[in-house]
Structure formats: structure tokens, C-alpha cells
């Protein structure tokens, strides 16, 4: 009879999969519970709208767990952490909250950081995204049973927005409130599309991006927001102008565009209209880096950055497994070498081996560090960090 052999155990879950899974699992629940109670314990659920509502709850999960996952990553972790800390060090809370307000405006919702790449590709953004804002603002409160209208008893000339079951305000059906309230949804699709249809121009006719683009990351998101939104209007189209012929299979064609979307939402370039919030963090360390004591540079003697941002950098990279310690040299870490030093030390090195020889860079005759290395066209304020390329340049 043969002996039995120990079981061996199954492969560990990773903590920060877990943690993800219990994240996702917490804003799912949260997001559930928050639809029975604001929609008075379903009484204003709409049970046709059941699909959409689970492709939003897989949504959540989906997100919550790829953020989690995101945050995990030793530099975004380091970046999330001294994003907090910088924003509520103490001495610079009420400059960051006018800050907040200030970068909120103008990167987030005016899209500056892309105007500023190109008109064209800025406008294209903006009409994106308020079509997309409108849009979930509308859908969201709809779907979830957050928000309904009826006719006003007695007087049925008004109609009455009800909000989590009460009453917030009256308009009458044939005026101008109620008509652009009802057909929000078109005004955002028309948005959308508009802008759907500059973005396939940029893709099709600029040679830089049709060399970068992918069908998955560059098309595909905006197939699916032209498809929502085309179905949307044929809808409108379809009970307006032809007394709801073919209105069935218009709606279930658009059930499927927009649950087919949320359920690609997580996965595909959709998931950095989340995380580019979190990159407000990154302006607030740079603040108080600034504010603080200066790395420099081991080779010049220059200023080129934060001490904070170089030890988080030699952090992150202790974490990742990359080692660039020079422990027999006064520099210690190539972190403290700045961009243009690197440059120069490279080709510098390259020259030595070229004549077959290696080693340092010699002191001059006094024992001083070499000069900083000067450009020939500096190109300030030519990239696309604008100002911050110009502070990468030494006098």
C-alpha cells in the first residue's frame, strides 16, 4: 500500500491582491447599499434599467481593484504618500487648498496640460469629457433611481424633480427648463461624437500618432463612445420623428454599447480619467520641494531638484531591485547627478573609450569639479512640461 505524500500548499495571494479584492469588494458593497437607500428602498428603481446598474457595480469593482492594484506600485505609492503629506504639511494647507481649487480648474476640468499641446487636441479632450460628465450626471441619478419626475398632483401643466424622494424643484413640461433637461442626453451625445470625430481626424492624418497608436488603447475606446452615443440619438429619432418604429431593438442595441463599455472601463485607457486626479498630488510635492533644501548636483555643484524628490527616488529604486550606488565615489548614487551632467558624463565616457582608456573625469589644475555643460539651443520652455523643462537647464 503506498504511503500517502504531504500536501503541498497552493501559491500565496499576494497582500496587495488581496487588499485590492477587499477594496473592490468594500466600494461595490458602499455603491449597493447607497442605491437602496437613495432610491427609498427601490420603490424608485426602475427594474428595466437592472443590466445597467450591475455593469456599473462590475465598473466599480473593476476600477477600485485596478486603483488599488495602481497604488501599490512602490513610485506611485511614494508619490500618493508625499502627495498627502505635502498637502497637509503644515504651513502650506491654505496655499494647497487655494492651489487645489486653482489646478482642479484649469487641468482637470479646462484641460490646460493638453491645450497646451495643441488647440485642436485640447478641444478635442473638452468635448469628450463634458459630453461624458453630462452624460453620467444624467444617467447616474436616473439608473440608480436617485432621481425621478413626476406630474404635479392638480396642476398637470408641471412636472416635479424628485432627489432621493424629495421634492427639489418645479418646471412646467412645455418650457424651455424641461426641454433642455429631457433631452440632455442628446446635447452630451452630440458633444461626444464631435469630439470622437476630431480625435479618428488626429489619428488618421498625424504621422506621430499613427505610429504610436494601438487598436485597443486608441480605437476602441472611442468606437464604443461613438456607438453610445449614436444609439442614444437613434433612440431619440426613433420615438420623436418615427412614432417609435424599430424602438426595441434600438434600445436593446444601445443596452449593449453602453454595459459593453462599462464593463471595458477598468481595462482600457478609460481607467486614466482616475488616475489623472491623483497626478494634483505630484504639484503639491514639487511645491514643497521647492520650498525646502535643493539637491545638489555631485558633479557641478548646481541646483536641480528637491532633496526629497532625490532620496524618494533612490527609495522607489531600492524597491524595484535597481542598484546605482557608487560606493567608492564621493557622488554615492547616480541620483545625485543632474540631467545634464548625465548627458555630458555619458558622452564624456564614450570619448575616453573611444581612445581605449576608462576612468573618471579628471579635477583641473585648482582640484575643482568640472563645469556644467552649456547648450547650444537650450530650448526653454519647448517641451511639454513647458516652465519645468527650462528648470532642468543651468545658467
Not at 125 to 140: K, P, R, Y
Not at 171 to 194: E, N, T
Not at 285 to 306: I, L
Amino acid at each position: 500500500m503506498a504511503e500517502g505524500r504531504a500536501r503541498e500548499p497552493g501559491p500565496k495571494v499576494a497582500p496587495e491582491v488581496l487588499r485590492a479584492v477587499l477594496h473592490g469588494i468594500g466600494a461595490t458593497a458602499l455603491l449597493g447599499v447607497l442605491i437602496v437607500v437613495g432610491s427609498r428602498n427601490l420603490s424608485h428603481f426602475d427594474a428595466a434599467l437592472v443590466a445597467y446598474t450591475f455593469s456599473i457595480l462590475f465598473a466599480t469593482f473593476g476600477l477600485t481593484y485596478r486603483y488599488s492594484m495602481w497604488l501599490a506600485r512602490p513610485p506611485t505609492a511614494v508619490y500618493w504618500r508625499r502627495g498627502w503629506q505635502a498637502f497637509f504639511r503644515r504651513g502650506f494647507r491654505v496655499r494647497n487648498a487655494v492651489s487645489w481649487c486653482s489646478r482642479m480648474a484649469s487641468d482637470v476640468l479646462a484641460n490646460r496640460f493638453i491645450l497646451r499641446r495643441g488647440r485642436l487636441r485640447g478641444l478635442t479632450h473638452l468635448l469628450i469629457m463634458w459630453g461624458c460628465v453630462l452624460a453620467v450626471a444624467i444617467t447616474f441619478p436616473l439608473v440608480f433611481g436617485w432621481l425621478h419626475f413626476r406630474p404635479v398632483p392638480g396642476d398637470l401643466s408641471l412636472y416635479e424633480a424628485m432627489v432621493f424622494g424629495f421634492p427639489a424643484f418645479r418646471f412646467p413640461h412645455d418650457s424651455l427648463v424641461a426641454f433642455l433637461l429631457f433631452h440632455g442626453l442628446v446635447w452630451s451625445a452630440f458633444l461626444v461624437i464631435a469630439g470622437v470625430m476630431l480625435a479618428l481626424r488626429r489619428r488618421i492624418r498625424e504621422e506621430g500618432a499613427v505610429a504610436l497608436q494601438r487598436f485597443a488603447e486608441d480605437f476602441m475606446p472611442l468606437i464604443l463612445l461613438f456607438a453610445v452615443s449614436l444609439t442614444g440619438l437613434m433612440l431619440t429619432a426613433s420615438y420623436t420623428w418615427l412614432r417609435g418604429y424599430g424602438f426595441s431593438f434600438i434600445a436593446i442595441l444601445h443596452a449593449v454599447t453602453v454595459i459593453g463599455t462599462f464593463l471595458w472601463l477598468p481595462f482600457g485607457k478609460f481607467f486614466h480619467i482616475f488616475q489623472r486626479p491623483a497626478q494634483l498630488g505630484a504639484g503639491f510635492f514639487k511645491d514643497v520641494g521647492r520650498a525646502h533644501e535643493s539637491a545638489e548636483c555631485r558633479r557641478c555643484g548646481h541646483a536641480f531638484t528637491s532633496r526629497m524628490h532625490v532620496e524618494d527616488l533612490i527609495e522607489v529604486e531600492r524597491k524595484l531591485g535597481f542598484r546605482y550606488q557608487m560606493p567608492d565615489s564621493p557622488v554615492e548614487h547616480y541620483q545625485w547627478i543632474c540631467p545634464p551632467c548625465r548627458r555630458a558624463s555619458f558622452a564624456l565616457a564614450q570619448g575616453l573609450a573611444w581612445h581605449g582608456r576608462r576612468g573618471g573625469e579628471p579635477l583641473d589644475s585648482r582640484g575643482e569639479r568640472p563645469p556644467a555643460p552649456q547648450f547650444v539651443n537650450r530650448g526653454i520652455g519647448a517641451g511639454p512640461l513647458d516652465t519645468e523643462d527650462s528648470e532642468n537647464y543651468h545658467p
